[in-house]
């Protein structure tokens, strides 16, 4: 049985002090339900505050991003290990910010996904078509390249401990959100490639979340849906209550 997983992604905001006064107000509101799993993704440095707020809590924390070489030359760049030493379980990885602002590649997403399993942390590999891949017909065919490219090398094993996540990119910050049967779409398409790289089994462990402008009014909807298992959530997360309410969404 897959547990619903809910990743909230602050991208580039909440610097300490504002991580502080989020948390002060989540923590208390925010019930925990036991068939889901919920974390937050904060920049780089608010990681260390935030994994001091989380202390004792069930809330997981994960970083944005991660570079795959254990440690050495490269300016500006944060290992698993280290994210692992602050105490964070899992990265997203592949996001489609990072692609197109910053040329990301596949292989990039491939090395960075195989790093964070060495160091036993979670990757969160995110896949998803453009406005025009998808106008052209082309939706699947993206996903499964960057499937593919994305998990090239991985054990099968290993496979079953990455979650994916799709996200479709004219659904990111946009407020228009792939209804549910054309997110269940894609994401039984996701299953059925998972399961030809990893097989059967392992493509029923593995969770794919949602992820696209959800918000508090259309969480429930999208996670009722058989192969959606949660959702990765931008702006809403960074409003307590709407996240609370995503966190917590009844189907
Ligand atoms: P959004 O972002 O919820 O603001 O659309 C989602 C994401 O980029 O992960």
Known sequence: MRKYLVIG???????????????????PIFKKRSDVEVGIAPPFTSLSICAEKLHGS????????????????????????????LGCSFAIVGHSERRQLFGESDEGVNKRAAALLAADLTPVVCVGETLEERESGEAFKVVTRQLELGLAGISPKLISRVVIAYEPVWAIGTGKTASASEAQEVHSHIRKVISRLGG???????????????????????????????????????????FASIAGFRV
């Open 200 to 242: 059967d089994s392992i493509s029923k462990e593995v969770r794919i979340l949602y992820g696209g402008s959800v918000n508090d009014k259309n969480a429930a909807s999208l996670l009722g849906e058989k192969d959606i298992d949660g959702a990765l959530v931008g702006g809403a997360s960074l409003v307590a209550q709407k």
């Open 58 to 85: 069930s809330i997981l924390l994960g970083a944005q991003n991660c570079h795959w070489v254990e440690s050495g030359a490269y300016t500006g760049e944060i290992s698993a290990g280290m994210l692992k030493e």
């Open 9 to 27: 992604n602050w991208k580039m905001n909440f610097g300490r002090s504002e991580s502080v006064t989020f948390l002060d107000e989540f923590i």
